[in-house]
């Protein structure tokens, strides 16, 4: 107003003012021009950074505090955090639009303020992302063998990249079009929407989670932590850097991943409808009882986690450390100290882990060296190192293949057998053996090459980790003895049976232990006896060999062949148990007795020990009448004797079989080794801890791993079928404790377990044995009902473990866990275990 009024006054001026305001006008366009080329130059370094978080919300759903908002993928707008990122930021245009008469001075002080002003921005964000990345870069060389979520780096640059140049040919083309007018107003708006439609439900890190839909719906999480972990799988020894071509086959894979065979049509349908921004009642109604449960479960057992306190440590077994027990023996003759004597109830704390520990070497280097302080005991390399068990070496313990009666390796030793008795045919008519107190099981280790899975076992602490050094290196192994008890194994499944120099007294009290093995070799199967009452001449030795003669000539074993290995100065009697019963009906004397007819020899399960034989069956269509097929070939086929037999799921048998095995196969192909983001090449140690027909380890045939199949005590038993088809297992009832180490096994796998033994005891007594068995960075993989996975994804969650995928469909939802390396600080004492 004043202006018009002077304009009045003064005619004259009003040539030289609008002259004056053409130049203003002019250099305004000038540096308004100026201004639209440095702020889309200077964008991407913003982008760049805001792009990589953006992918990290998008696969893991949780999002740090500070970054909330991100550009538009379309738009190409800014977001309100990148105008206003250190609290200088460009100020709003709209005060200047609002006085025409005074728009020209103004927006020339404006334009140069907001060009430096947002320079100055993006120089110290720009200072800020190259900072962020080394720092990255630098937590990822330092913590290589902590979780895998934590290792998030760099794994975004490219795509940080890509995207910083889309944001600046967007940016430029939206500057075009606006041509400055209002243009912060509009961005703002549309950031707001934006970050609106794509922000996480959570920015709570874990507590994200909890707000997960399960029902008809898969949630894939954390699928860079899986990108990391083959990355770091494929680098482990040679600390190489990944190429971008394999970078791009490790992002198809993830993105490819498939759903469980039964329901994946359905999904794939399911998830591509189109819902919005919005959730529905039902999701959003499902997601809240869910997190309201798993509060209740949290505040119950979540928060008292503690470390089990013992004097085993980190090597805790709760059935095999219970001293209250032990100490009241009355007698250890029979070695029942090393026998199982579980605590009233089982332990529900965590076992610690060693100071030092690391992931485990992969297969088949780990055959070789295993990290010495994974397993730190030093006493056996101190013993038996001269017999090549075990050296210390550097930050390795390391395996040269030798034995007590191999020291110049096993493969020759293995070899030396083969020619003693060549129908033994390893890996063909041979496949499943025994080996009785085995070491660190490098005999087991290196029949893999020769296609023979052998179940070594032996008594924890006779020889100091023995079997934790066997696991530990992919050998599969468990600790048991030949004490007051039956082994844990069907009758007439072994092909062959192996002691070593195994120290058990085969002859006394009639032959007790060796008709042990009796009952669980296959009829017309070896049992091969390395030991110095074969070839040693000495007083003992003579009397040992003596009563060795007389034991198995009463029992009917044929002493094939006596043979001397002499690169390893040492011998092996072989025998060989009947296939018939004339020779037991041929005796003077009936010693030893052959075992009542009503006598089970198939019951094993905490069953005494008796100096007894059973009969060799020979109907032909009874198990152990007929020796299976050869090697592979009996993996797929029905065992002869299913013929008359109901199968487990009520079908007749052959069709159960079948069926069973089409089904894992199935489901392994499509969803296990594709579907969980889990990179099976860095496995090796696999447990199915309800197995029926051992469908499951048939179906994983091809991987580079082994399979301990346990079929439990309230289950069918169906473990004599798994030894048929060349693969072994074991009874176990999971209301105790498994007989192995902690930290002995890669994978877990359990098909309706947890659902059918909570009927008998606590499922969180289970879940503690499960992370005891568990490897950090393992995987847990359940099968079962809707109701009991939401438990286990509860516990899980409790425990700081990794909720990879679920699936939930109707009553029956599949869960993927990934368990870590967090341990509670807080301690609790095992009185049961404490000497």
């Not at 091969?528 to 009452?533: L, Q």
């Not at 029905?638 to 487990?648: A, D």
């Not at 068995?773 to 009991?788: F, S």
């Amino acid at each position: 107003m004043a202006t018009g009024k002077y304009s009045r006054v003064d005619g004259r001026k009003s040539s030289s003012y609008c002259s004056t305001t053409t130049i203003v006008v002019f250099v305004a366009l000038c540096l308004v021009g100026i201004w639209m080329f440095m702020s889309s130059s200077f964008v991407p370094f913003q982008n760049s950074e805001l792009s990589s978080q953006e992918t990290r919300n998008e696969v893991k759903q949780t999002v740090p505090n500070s970054v909330s908002k991100q550009f538009d993928d379309t738009s190409g707008d800014l977001s309100e955090d990148a105008t206003r990122e250190d609290g200088t930021g460009m100020p709003s245009k709209e005060s200047g639009n609002t006085d025409e008469d005074n728009s020209r001075e103004n927006l020339v002080l404006e334009s140069n303020n907001e060009s430096k002003e947002f320079q100055n921005s993006a120089e110290e964000n720009q200072e800020e992302n190259h900072a962020n990345e080394s720092s990255d870069e630098k937590t990822e060389s330092e913590n290589g063998q902590k979780s895998v979520d934590k290792d998030e780096g760099n794994g975004n640059g490219k795509d940080g990249e890509t995207n910083s140049r889309e944001g600046e040919s967007n940016l430029e083309t939206g500057e075009a079009e606006n041509e400055g007018r209002e243009m912060n107003k509009n961005v703002q708006a549309e950031s707001e929407e934006s970050s609106g439609e794509i922000k996480p439900k959570s920015a709570e890190g874990e507590k994200n989670y909890e707000e997960e839909a399960s029902a008809d719906k898969v949630k894939q999480v954390d699928k860079e932590a899986i990108l990391t972990e083959e990355k770091n799988d494929n680098n482990q020894d040679e600390h190489t850097a990944v190429k971008n071509s394999v970078e791009s086959e490790e992002n198809n894979q993830a993105s490819n991943e498939l759903l469980p065979a039964g329901a994946q049509s359905e999904i794939l349908t399911e998830s591509t409808t189109q819902n919005g921004a919005w959730s529905t009642q039902a999701e959003e109604s499902q997601n809240e009882k869910k997190s309201q449960q798993s509060s209740i479960f949290n505040e119950k057992n979540g928060s008292h986690w503690k470390l089990c306190k013992s004097t085993a440590g980190t090597d805790y077994i709760p059935c095999l450390d219970n001293w209250q027990v032990i100490r009241k023996l009355p007698s250890t003759k029979h070695y029942e100290h090393r026998e199982r004597h579980c605590p009233d109830e089982a332990p529900t704390c965590l076992v610690p882990l060693p100071e030092g520990y690391k992931r485990s070497i992969k297969w088949p280097k780990s055959r070789d060296k295993i990290w010495y302080y994974n397993v730190p005991h030093t006493k056996l390399a101190e013993v038996k190192g001269h017999q090549n068990w075990v050296k210390v070496t550097g930050e390795y313990l390391t395996f040269p293949g030798g034995g007590t009666q191999f020291k110049n390796g096993a493969l020759h030793y293995i070899d030396f057998i083969q020619q003693s008795v060549p129908e033994i045919a390893w890996g063909k008519k041979t496949r499943v053996i025994l080996d009785v107190g085995c070491g660190v099981a490098s005999f087991g280790g290196y029949l893999f090459e020769r296609d023979v899975l052998a179940m070594s076992f032996a008594p924890k602490d006779e020889h100091e980790a023995q079997v934790q050094f066997a696991l530990e290196r992919g050998i599969p192994a468990i600790l048991n003895v030949m004490g007051t008890k039956r082994l844990p194994f069907p009758s007439s499944v072994f092909d062959l049976v192996h002691c070593a120099r195994c120290r058990v007294p085969w002859h006394i009290e009639g032959g007790k232990l060796l008709l042990e093995l009796n009952r669980v070799l296959r009829p017309g199967g070896y049992f091969v006896w390395s030991a110095t009452p074969v070839y040693q001449k000495l007083p003992e030795d003579v009397g040992i060999w003596l009563e060795m003669s007389r034991l198995t000539k009463s029992m009917c074993w044929d002493l094939v062949t006596i043979k001397k290995d002499r690169l390893n100065a040492v011998g092996a009697a072989i025998y060989r148990k009947p296939t018939s019963n004339d020779c037991y009906n041929k005796r003077s004397r009936n010693v030893p007795p052959l075992c009542e007819e009503s006598d089970d020899p198939n019951a094993a399960w905490n069953v005494p020990l008796q100096a007894c034989m059973h009969k060799v069956p020979v109907d032909s269509t009874e198990r152990g009448s007929n020796w299976p097929a050869q090697w592979p070939e009996r993996l797929e086929q029905p065992p002869y004797w299913l013929n008359s037999q109901v199968g487990v799921y009520g079908k007749a048998a052959l069709e159960d079989f079948t069926a069973d095995y089409n089904h894992w196969k199935a489901v392994v192909s499509q969803s296990y080794l594709n579907g969980m983001g889990i990179n099976w090449s860095s496995l090796r140690n696999v447990m199915d801890m309800k197995a029926v027909y051992g469908g499951f380890a048939a179906a994983l045939k091809d991987l580079k791993v082994w399979v301990m199949n346990v079929v439990p005590i309230d289950s069918p038993d169906t473990l004599p079928i798994i030894y048929e088809r060349g693969l072994f297992g074991i009874h176990h009832d999971w209301c105790e404790s498994f007989n192995t180490y902690p930290r002995t096994y890669d994978v877990l796998h359990a098909d309706y377990l947890f659902s059918s033994i909570k009927k008998r005891c606590k499922l969180v007594t289970v879940i503690a044995e499960v992370d005891r068995i568990l490897r950090p960075e393992g995987k847990l993989i359940v099968q079962d009902n809707a109701e009991t996975i939401s438990e286990v994804e509860s516990m899980a969650k409790s425990l700081q473990w990794e909720i990879r995928m679920i699936y939930s469909k109707e009553n029956e939802g599949l869960l993927c866990i990934r368990k870590t390396f967090w341990r509670p600080t807080e301690e609790e004492p095992i009185k049961s275990a404490i000497v």
